[in-house]
């Protein structure tokens, strides 16, 4: 089966964002594929799938936004690093290493406002295809609306 959007708005209808969040987890590597949502300084992860069917690490259920990733995406338009350890724009950041593998897109609101974030992470070096990438954007795009009605 090719992976696009179709197939991503498939899973929205039917399976809601649960489903898209699962859908776009079986097309990579990573371990968790999750969507962030931010509340004044902190990032809560409001949806989280795990390959691995595990309950979600306490260390991803809140994160300080200055202590984040997901500051890079809002700056700038996205975030991607295959490897955290290797990447020099995260030199003593406090994720790094922990969080190796961060592939990120925001999920903006109906007035283009900055709502939260639709990511792919592992605690190992990854990388993330052009189209997976592309459909990871793709889904952003289409979540918002489902996500604030969950």
């Known amino acids: 089966m090719d992976r696009n959007i179709e197939e991503v708005a498939r899973a929205l209808t039917t399976r809601g964002p649960p489903g898209v969040l699962e859908y776009l987890n079986d097309g990579v590597p990573h371990r968790y594929t ?12 409001t949806l989280l799938h795990d390959k691995q069917r595990k309950r979600r690490p306490e ?14 995406v809002v700056r700038d ?25 961060y592939h990120s897109v925001p999920i903006r609101d109906g007035a283009g406002k900055f709502w939260g974030t639709l990511c792919h992470l592992d605690m190992k ?10 459909l990871l954007q793709g889904a952003a795009e289409l979540l918002h609306g489902p996500l604030v009605e969950m």
């Open 59 to 72: 260390f991803l259920a809140l994160v300080p936004y200055d202590q984040s990733y997901c500051q890079y």
């Open 77 to 101: 338009g996205s975030f991607r690093t295959d490897d955290s350890t290797a990447d020099t724009r995260l030199q003593g950041h406090p994720l790094q290493g922990l969080v190796v593998s």
């Open 34 to 45: 999750a969507v962030y949502r931010q509340s004044g300084a902190i990032l809560h992860n």
């Open 125 to 134: 070096s990854l990388s993330l295809s052009e189209l997976e990438f592309q």
